[in-house]
């Protein structure tokens, strides 16, 4: 178990490290560097700044050094948390990305766990109704609304959810809170308010992840209740409630468990739309309006650090998995 | 087994009255209703298995021999249905198995304790992520309100009776850690925790080396007498029926067609397809260069089948107008040899 966990642990290390290089290579593509860039915005701006300044700034952003100097030089600052500057892309103020990113960011992992929540509470259940029950009308029920919710854009379920709590439940669902309590102290009451408001998103960005990982559960514990070993423990007077989630249902939860590498990149990629339609503080729209103004510390610095949860969420199923299936802890071969 | 005891014909109605007989089919039918047509995998079979005696289920593949097993068990997958009746003497009574819903209780409390089964496949047998022990353990624990602790000083004991070295160690092993050999034994194991009165074998051995084979025959021939249990050994070796079983069954195409002793069967074999499989047998001086004899054709598919000797498609002793006309009836040759062919009506 400890050997596994320390190899597994060092994967990640390395995905984080591969991950840092191409973020580099992406922040280094616009032409010119992100000093000509500043220049430009701050003459545009009306301020000039003089020799010495710019001088400054480049040795600053070591922008006078080799490409790889200047990439140990950004990953070296980014491990002790600065990650240099946006040049104002976002609300047009230019800042320090962490001060951005402190907005948005716990806002955006909170939301993104539990709609990951969401997608298997609701998902794996109807998974193993739908396998238990191949083939009958609660079978093509749910694939039906599977699917559905599989096409539907995310911001159209966003509306449509919007507009259904508004008109039937009075609740205002756009924002993070409700007119009265954004500038109110915190409070039970808003703290309500702020979870009430959740629902929406949670919803609407759960779902999209929610089709799949269904269809996933049902697939394989399909295969799995033929399986020879189910037929033995049911011969043996195993009742077929316990039977099912002793066996089958453990082992289908395998792929479930490592398929979350899958659905997070999902969850961070579909939050733009959806935080731009429900108004909320997410790092989708940043990250937009950053790559659209060639605004690379910023756009880069939200890559890398999404990218870097995906990696530790990985690294996290990886441990969920080894709890699961001792054949994992044991490193040894899981064929058969 | 003496001629005397061999086994009798079903009577066509109403429970066993011989307190011998343990277990006993009356017409056992399970269809598989498919969008094809209806798969007529066990198609009324009778047969009665006497305590302590070792009955034998001979045929090819797809003849209804697996599912004959699994029909008393009803562990008959979807959408396999079983008609008939199946009586389990127990505890004084008998109780019909094939009148009982497949995933109830009172079936659920027969399964493992009065029949328990063990299967070809020793490999896919145990649950990959739980220890062999567990699943020994949960035979236990179903059926007994022991505690844990003494569930695990059954299935080690069980596991040292089968013959597994160091049953304290092994019986934390997971199945991936144990030899083919070994886990066919802990199959064994936990099948026979229970001490149930009847082992329904299926092909147990199939899948095992030759040398393997035998030591499993000779374990599971040891624990019989040990335990004073039945045994329905279902295989398509012939060889291992004259070796292990007192009584034997000839299934083709989900019918029996032949059955009695084992001495009289190889003796005399009847019907005309039993005599086919004995042919069929490699035997020490055959003439070199003599070929073996095979069946010719390929067993059919008993999908809607028509209603005439399932193997009249394939016999050489074909009679038109006869083997064609009915499903021949089971008769009685010889005293408890039943053949089911036109030859003897």
């Given amino acids: 178990m400890r050997a596994y966990l320390v190899r597994r642990f060092l994967f990640m290390v390395v995905g984080w490290w591969l991950l840092s290089v191409v973020v580099f290579i992406v922040i280094q593509l616009p032409p010119g560097d992100f000093l000509t860039n500043y220049i430009a915005g701050q003459e545009q701006a009306g301020t000039f700044l003089e020799r010495e300044e710019i001088e400054a700034l480049k040795l600053y952003y070591g922008l006078d050094r080799t490409p790889i100097e200047q990439y140990l030089f950004w990953a070296g600052r980014f491990v002790i948390g600065d990650l240099g500057r946006s040049f104002g892309s976002w609300r047009a103020a230019e800042q320090p990305v962490t001060k951005i990113l402190a907005e948005v960011l716990p806002f955006t992992i909170i939301l993104s766990t539990l709609a990951l929540i969401f997608t298997y509470v609701v998902a794996i259940p109807i998974g193993i109704y739908s396998a238990t029950h191949q083939y009958r009308p609660g079978d093509y029920f749910f694939t039906a609304v ?3 919710g599989l096409a539907v854009p995310n911001f159209m379920l966003a509306l449509l959810l919007m507009f259904m709590l508004f008109r039937y439940f009075g609740i205002t669902a756009g924002g993070l809170f409700a007119p009265e309590y954004a500038l109110a102290p915190w409070s039970v009451d808003k703290v309500l308010d702020m979870l009430k408001h959740l629902i929406v998103p949670v919803v609407v960005l759960g779902t999209a992840g929610t089709a799949g990982t269904m269809r996933v559960m049902r697939g394989v514990l399909l295969d799995e209740l033929g399986k020879q070993y189910v037929i033995t423990a049911r011969a043996r007077g195993v009742s077929e409630r316990r039977l099912l989630f002793k066996y089958p249902v453990r082992l289908a939860l395998n792929p479930i468990v490592s398929g979350t590498a899958y659905i997070l990149p999902g969850i961070f990629g579909g939050n733009a739309i959806v935080a731009i339609v429900l108004s909320l503080p997410m790092t989708g729209p940043v990250l937009l309006t950053a790559l659209r103004a060639q605004d690379m510390f910023l756009a880069g610095s939200i890559v890398m650090v999404e990218g870097a949860l995906v990696i530790f969420g990985t690294f996290l199923s990886d441990i969920l998995l080894a709890l699961v299936d001792p054949r994992i802890r044991q490193e040894r071969a899981v064929a058969a | 087994m003496t001629e005397e005891q061999a086994a009798v014909a079903a ?6 009255t ?22 007529k995998a066990v198609d009324g079979v009778s047969f009665a298995i006497r305590r302590n005696e070792t009955l034998g289920i001979v045929g090819e593949s797809g003849c209804g021999k697996s599912v004959t097993g699994q029909s008393i068990l009803r562990i008959v997958p979807k959408p396999g249905d079983t008609q008939g009746n199946i009586w389990l003497r127990r505890n004084g009574e008998t109780v019909d198995l094939a009148s009982l819903h497949p995933s109830g209780r009172e079936i ?45 000083t059954r299935a080690i004991e069980v596991l040292s009776q089968v013959g597994i070295p160091e049953a304290e160690r092994r019986v934390d092993a997971l199945p991936h850690e144990l030899s083919g050999g070994m886990r066919q034994r802990a199959m064994i194991a936990m099948a026979l925790v229970l ?20 030591q499993i025959l000779r374990l599971m021939q040891d624990l019989q007498k040990e335990m004073g249990m039945s045994i329905m050994f279902i295989t398509h070796n012939l060889g291992v029926i004259a070796n292990m079983a007192d009584q034997m069954v000839v299934m083709y195409l989900g019918r029996v067609v032949e059955q009695g002793s084992v001495e009289a069967i190889f003796g005399e074999p009847q019907h005309p397809y039993t005599q086919a499989l004995m042919e069929s047998i490699p035997r020490i001086g055959l003439t070199r260069g003599e070929r073996l004899s095979s069946i010719a054709g390929t067993v059919p598919v008993p999908l809607n089948p028509p209603e005439e000797c399932g193997f009249a498609s394939r016999c050489p002793k074909f009679i038109p107008g006869r083997c064609d006309a009915k499903v021949p009836d089971m008769i009685e040759t010889s005293p408890g040899h039943h053949v089911r062919c036109v030859l003897y009506e």
């Fill in chain 1, 146 to 148: 599977g699917f559905i």
């Fill in chain 2, 11 to 16: 009577p066509e109605s109403g429970a066993p």
């Fill in chain 2, 18 to 39: 011989d307190e011998d007989v343990i277990l006993e089919l009356n017409d056992v039918r399970t269809y598989f209703e498919l969008e094809e047509g209806t798969l």
């Fill in chain 2, 108 to 152: 659920r409390d027969v399964r493992g304790r009065d029949i328990a089964m063990i299967f070809q496949e020793p490999m896919t047998a145990f649950s990959p992520v739980h220890s062999v022990g567990n699943q020994i353990m949960e035979a236990v624990l179903v059926h007994e309100s022991v505690s844990k602790q003494d569930a695990r």
């Fill in chain 2, 195 to 214: 001490r149930p009165k009847l082992l329904i074998a299926d092909e147990p051995t199939t899948a095992l080396d030759v040398t393997i084979q035998a």
